[in-house]
Each structure stands twice: as structure tokens, then as C-alpha cells.
């Protein structure tokens, strides 16, 4: 059987920390230290471990706020041009993971800290309640797909023993976000094993490790998003069609794994770009791939996408017959977004001395509860394995003659692309290739 997929995931954390060592107040650990009780899991749809919980949604995608799906959108594009204003070459972040995991964390923030964090988000027109009820749905209905596409979210948090957290932020956290609340000295030996078993559970065994080392001392808490995502193409690419193809990227010519299609797919024809949409099986999310013209530098051509645009854009897609190429890549990054988040406006957050997280913890004094990393491990793989089955699948129902290719793309120059739950128009996953043979 031969399953054309992508695999992707994304890890967030966001550590907490004191200026005073706070082990030593003479508090009782917080209460949560059971988890929820494990969810009933399927197997994965490209044969991994079993990741994502099927169950009955609770709600459907209408029932997600679209003030949240517009907020996320700016935010991804705004956290987009952060990294690559930092970074040169490929990137692949989730937007969504971060989103969640500064939500998770705005709950214990106050005045102007809390101010900040939702200004930075974009959620600034919203209430705290629209907030939580709107993550509530949103992730419920990204993790009640398809049998052909696998999403699974996992949020925890892990809190040092001795500190005293407020119930409020901690019950708000478990009720709205499904997370677990694990109590525990983060400056032990055993610490980093605990979190990284979480992690490697979470994340399918793709991201094994978050911590080589114990906490520092000041740190209080470490928040953790992870995000898993597994499924088929809608339309497969063959295999016999993948062939070697030259890829111009901005050091010069390499070679490229390309793989084709001849497909009835969503397609524009934009001012200086094409792009195409691919489905994955069910048609409830698909890659959405710009390639800028040959002419156009791609770091150029991203400086005309924000969120206006992109929603212009995903208006614009019409039905059309022609052939794709696209080629195989894999990447893996760990990156820091302190100053991405501190060059949004969330600095405050970040400073020792200003922030205000006096919902988060019962800390007094010189006890300033502040963020002290917030960081993201990533991974995507698109490719092709396994033998011959998955060819009815690019049957198009409906068509009795070959049709004209009105359009070829092929992305063998640096390119765009997205992950986007079709239903809710949620951004999962964003990222870019310059070079798929370092990816």
C-alpha cells in the first residue's frame, strides 16, 4: 500500500520563572498532581503508534469563534516575518502551538502584562471567556477529523512543588485546554526524564528530547503545547513519477527530489506567484503551496502576505486541471522566540521587574513571576513510502475524457507553504524551503 503523507508536529514551551527561590516559601505543593484519564486513541492513518484521541466532538466548526481564526492568522504572519527577519534559509514553525501555549499562560496574567500578551496575539477584541471557550472548540474540532488525517493536541503543565499557584489559573487550564497538571521539583535529577517521556509520547516519538538538564533554580513552571499531525494526500503522488529535478535555491542549483501530479486541484494564478491547494484525504485540510515567480525572490514576495492577504488569497482558489510538482523534504528546527515576541509587544511579559502574573501564583514580595523562555521544536516530513494501493484515490469522480492542463507548477525555487484545517480556516503549521536537500 503506498501512503502519501505529510507528518508534521510542533513542541511549545513556556518556562516561568522567580526571582526568588521559591522551593523554600514552605507552601504545600499544588494540588492536580493526577492526570485525566488517558482518552480511547485509533492508530495512526500512516501505520505510526496511535496519537490522536477519537471521539464525539463536542463541537462542530461553526461553533469556532472567527474573530479567534482571524487573530491567529495575523499573529502567524506576524510571528512569520519575526523568524525570517532572524533566520535565513528553511523554516517551519506551528502557530497554533504557540497560540495555545501564551493563552495558557495569559491565564495568570494581570493588567498591563495581560494587556500585552493579548495585543500581541491579536485577541485584544476579545473577552477572557470568548478566549477560553474559543481554544476549547477550536481544538476539539481539529482533533475530531477524518480517518484520514490525525491530529492530535496535548497541552500539560509542570509545576514545582512548594509553590503556591492558584487554583483559578490552574482549574482554568484543565477544564478549557485539557491539561494536565503535574507537580514535581523541576531542579531534580528525574525532572527532565518526566517531561521529556511526555514529550516523546506526545509527539510520536519525532521530537525525543525538550531538557538535557534540571531547571534552574528560579524557574517555577514549564508549560507545554504539543501539536501531532498525520495524513494522507487526498490525490496521491506516484511514485514512478518522482524523478531527480534541479531545484534553484539561493546558493545555486541542487538536486531535488520532485514528485508529480495531473490533478483537477485549487489553483491561482496571482500578480507575480501561483499557488495551489493540496487536500488531504476527507478534504478537511490541505498544504497550500505559493511559489513566487522566477523573477520574484521569495523574501521579496512575503512582504506583500498578512493576513488580509492570505484571506484574500484562500477567496481566490478555482478548480482547475494541470500538473504539480512538488518536492519531497524533511526538516527539524529548535528555535527561541523570546525577542520575536518581545519585538511584538509582549516585552513586558519578559522583564524581571514589570511583569505581572499575580493570577498565575500567590507569590509575594520580591517574588516577580516573569517569562524566561518560550521556545519551539518542530518537525514535518512530506514524502512517499510504502508499495502500490492508494491509486483510487486519484480517480476523479465525474470525468469521462482527459481534460486540458491549463496549468503547470512546479515548486523547484524557493517556495511558501501552510498547513490549514479547511474547516475552520486555522492555520496549523507555516513554513518555508530554499533548499528541500538541507531541509
Keep these: 500500500m503506498i501512503l502519501h503523507k505529510i507528518a508534521a508536529l510542533a513542541l511549545t514551551a513556556a518556562l516561568a520563572a522567580s526571582l526568588a527561590g521559591c522551593g523554600a516559601n514552605g507552601a504545600e505543593p499544588a494540588d492536580g498532581e493526577s492526570q485525566p484519564a488517558a482518552p480511547t486513541v485509533t492508530p495512526s492513518p500512516n501505520g505510526g503508534e496511535p496519537t490522536a484521541p477519537l471521539q464525539q466532538a463536542r463541537f462542530a466548526p461553526a461553533d469556532v469563534d472567527p474573530r479567534l481564526i482571524e487573530a491567529q492568522t495575523r499573529?502567524?504572519?506576524?510571528?512569520?516575518?519575526?523568524?525570517?527577519?532572524?533566520?535565513?534559509?528553511?523554516?517551519?514553525?506551528?502557530?497554533?502551538?504557540?497560540?495555545?501555549?501564551?493563552?495558557?499562560?495569559?491565564?495568570?496574567?494581570?493588567?498591563?502584562?495581560?494587556?500585552?500578551?493579548?495585543?500581541?496575539l491579536a485577541l485584544d477584541a476579545l473577552e477572557d471567556d470568548e478566549i477560553q471557550s474559543g481554544y476549547e472548540a477550536l481544538a476539539d474540532v481539529l482533533m475530531r477529523g477524518t480517518d484520514g488525517i490525525q491530529v492530535a493536541l496535548a497541552n500539560s503543565l509542570w509545576a514545582d512543588e512548594g509553590v503556591p499557584f492558584r487554583e483559578a489559573f490552574l482549574d482554568t487550564n484543565r477544564a478549557r485546554y485539557d491539561a494536565a497538571v503535574e507537580t514535581l521539583d523541576l531542579q531534580s535529577a528525574e525532572a527532565p526524564e518526566r517531561i521529556n517521556d511526555w514529550v516523546r509520547e506526545k509527539t510520536n516519538g519525532k521530537i525525543d528530547k525538550l531538557l538535557d538538564d534540571p531547571l534552574d533554580d528560579n524557574s517555577i513552571l514549564l508549560l507545554l503545547n504539543a501539536i501531532y499531525f498525520d495524513a494522507n494526500w487526498a490525490s496521491p503522488f506516484?511514485?514512478?513519477?518522482?524523478?531527480?529535478?534541479?531545484?534553484?535555491?539561493?546558493?545555486?542549483?541542487?538536486?531535488?527530489?520532485?514528485?508529480?501530479?495531473?490533478?483537477?486541484?485549487?489553483?491561482?494564478?496571482?500578480?507575480?506567484?501561483?499557488?495551489?491547494?493540496?487536500?488531504?484525504?476527507?478534504?478537511?485540510?490541505?498544504?497550500?503551496?505559493?511559489?513566487?515567480?522566477?523573477?520574484?525572490?521569495?523574501?521579496?514576495?512575503?512582504?506583500?502576505?498578512?493576513?488580509?492577504?492570505?484571506?484574500?488569497h484562500m477567496n481566490a482558489f478555482t478548480p482547475t486541471h494541470g500538473v504539480v510538482g512538488l518536492p519531497k523534504f524533511q526538516m527539524e528546527q529548535d528555535f527561541p522566540l523570546n525577542d520575536a515576541l518581545k519585538n511584538l509587544g509582549m516585552g513586558v511579559a519578559f522583564d524581571d521587574k514589570a511583569a505581572d502574573f499575580s493570577r498565575m501564583t500567590e507569590l509575594t514580595g520580591n517574588n516577580t513571576v516573569f517569562?524566561?523562555?518560550?521556545?519551539?521544536?518542530?518537525?514535518?516530513?512530506?514524502?512517499?513510502?510504502?508499495?502500490?494501493?492508494?491509486?483510487?484515490t486519484s480517480v476523479e469522480v465525474g470525468v469521462v475524457s482527459a481534460p486540458v492542463v491549463s496549468f503547470e507548477l512546479e515548486a523547484n525555487r524557493p517556495f511558501f507553504f501552510a498547513i490549514r484545517d479547511d474547516r475552520t480556516g486555522a492555520i496549523l503549521f507555516m513554513g518555508a524551503v530554499y533548499d528541500p536537500a538541507t531541509a
Excluded: C
Design 238 to 312: 506516484r511514485e514512478d513519477r518522482t524523478a531527480v529535478r534541479p531545484f534553484d535555491g539561493p546558493n545555486g542549483v541542487v538536486d531535488a527530489s520532485m514528485m508529480f501530479q495531473e490533478e483537477t486541484l485549487p489553483y491561482l494564478d496571482g500578480d507575480g506567484f501561483q499557488a495551489v491547494r493540496l487536500p488531504y484525504a476527507g478534504h478537511e485540510a490541505s498544504m497550500v503551496v505559493f511559489v513566487p515567480d522566477e523573477n520574484v525572490a521569495l523574501d521579496d514576495w512575503m512582504k506583500t502576505m498578512n493576513a488580509a492577504s492570505w484571506t484574500r
Design 371 to 392: 517569562l524566561k523562555q518560550v521556545q519551539q521544536k518542530t518537525f514535518v516530513d512530506v514524502q512517499e513510502q510504502g508499495t502500490v494501493a492508494a491509486a483510487v
Design 75 to 120: 499573529f502567524a504572519f506576524d510571528v512569520y516575518r519575526e523568524l525570517s527577519a532572524r533566520e535565513a534559509g528553511n523554516r517551519f514553525f506551528s502557530p497554533i502551538s504557540l497560540s495555545i501555549a501564551l493563552a495558557m499562560t495569559m491565564n495568570g496574567a494581570e493588567g498591563e502584562t495581560l494587556d500585552a500578551m493579548k495585543r500581541t
